[in-house]
């Protein structure tokens, strides 16, 4: 259970932020050297020869904040000069929009339009304003979303809220932009929702859950699968074995459960590393259990030092086994439950 509420709790950030942030919180106003100032324009010159769009944001239309950071506005256009939506103009609106609190929120939308009509002409011109008044309005509105009556531990509290944000942003944009706008986001919510979904469906044994969440994992484009295959793969495998045991499962449940999350190559090895495992903690409690009679014994205490530091050598051969069994030797002689990988 520990480790289904850390993946909600991971939901709840990226979902609910989402949903119900509007804008960032202020930063404090820091003061700028002259030497500040000439690196933003360098980098600002740099920026304009990738976009298109001149140097002229030295100043007043970026934030002390942001003085020495590159302004991330690399908006593109078709062949005829209209704007492609994708997640670039995105980010372009976000950067301005993180200078609030350093700015109000009339000087920001000015700044925006002053530093864009230096860089582009009709029809984009229009377009691009067009889309950040809708996205300024977009944002505003998402602070008025309520929220969602279910059980903020079930998946329908987070579906609720993503199918909220989803209605809210198709009064404001068309589908086309939708996509450009949030299609990765998107990608990822839905991902996460439909993971949840299947964790918790009581119908579904642990096996079934590990072929749906594998199946879900095989959907996600490549780029997302290198970074969430880790994380999510052994977050699923703990969570199901710690299932499977909990109701007194079988090894071959845990198998099978195995062989639908990560295929049969993953499964040998975690078989292997299950057996090494169950080596060390027999090894340990039996080596603890000679210690503790050795301990208890009428031997002197160099002697009994002697003998436990033989019974060591003899059960635990290299010194990264002995440095590590001295973890459990602590634990256990403050009566701790020993720190066995499960």
């Known amino acids: 259970m520990q480790k289904n509420k850390l993946w909600l709790i991971l939901a709840i950030v990226i979902i609910a ?7 960032l919180a202020p930063k404090d106003s820091q003061q700028d050297s002259q030497h500040n100032i000439e690196q933003q324009q360098s980098a600002a010159a740099n920026s304009s020869a990738a976009t298109g769009l001149p ?4 100043g007043s239309l970026i934030s002390a904040s942001q003085q020495d950071t590159e302004v991330n506005c690399q908006i593109s256009m ?3 000069n209209r704007l492609i939506v994708n997640e670039q103009t995105r980010n372009c609106f976000e950067y301005f929009i993180t200078q609030y609190g350093e700015k109000s929120i009339d000087q920001i939308k000015k700044d925006f339009k002053t530093y864009i009509a230096q860089g582009h002409k009709e029809p984009a011109l229009s377009q691009i304003y067009d889309l950040w008044d809708r ?5 505003e509105r998402l602070g008025d979303l309520v929220p969602p009556s279910e059980d903020k531990e079930s998946p329908q509290y987070y579906r609720a809220i993503y199918n909220s944000t989803q209605n809210l942003r198709k009064q404001f944009f068309s589908n086309y932009e939708i996509e450009g706008l949030f299609g990765k986001e998107n990608t990822y919510h839905e991902y996460t929702l439909k993971r949840m979904e299947v964790v918790n469906d009581k119908k579904l044994s642990e096996s079934e859950k590990a072929k749906k969440l594998k199946e879900l994992f095989d959907e996600l484009p490549e780029d997302w699968k290198e970074s969430l295959e880790q994380i999510n793969k052994l977050d699923d495998l703990r969570k199901l074995t710690a299932d499977i045991k909990a109701r007194g499962g079988s090894s071959e449940e845990i198998r099978q459960m195995r062989l639908n999350l990560v295929g049969p190559e993953a499964t040998q090895r975690l078989e292997t590393l299950d057996t090494q495992r ?8 039996q080596y603890l259990d000679e210690r503790d009679s050795i301990m208890k014994s009428n031997m002197s205490d160099s002697a009994k030092q002697q003998a436990v530091q033989q019974l060591r050598n003899q059960h635990f051969k290299s010194k990264e086994d002995q440095l590590r069994l001295s973890t459990f030797e602590t634990v256990h002689d403050q009566g701790g439950k020993l720190p066995f990988s499960e």
């Not at 169950?278 to 409690?285: D, T």
């Open 17 to 23: 932020a989402a949903a119900f942030i509007y804008w």
């Open 55 to 58: 140097n002229a944001v030295g």
């Open 78 to 80: 078709d062949g005829s």
């Open 135 to 139: 996205y300024m309005q977009y944002r």
């Open 278 to 285: 169950s080596e060390w903690k027999g090894n340990v409690n």
